[in-house]
């Protein structure tokens, strides 16, 4: 495989990471809100939740 693809590749991957994380934290930000206003009809944390 030529490099410039193994390159193309590698960036591919890490922007779909980043994209993945933003729509995590856009989900934690949504339901922490939805929490604070008695919204939420229940919660479960996880091990990769940011600190509050």
Not at 7 to 14: M, T, V, Y
């Amino acid at each position: 495989m030529p490099a410039g693809k193994r390159k193309l590749g590698f960036i591919e991957s890490r922007l779909q990471l980043v994209v993945k994380s933003a729509e995590h934290m856009q989900w934690c930000k949504q339901a922490l809100k939805m929490m604070l206003q008695g919204k939420a009809k229940a919660g479960i944390p996880v091990s990769n939740t940011p600190a509050l």
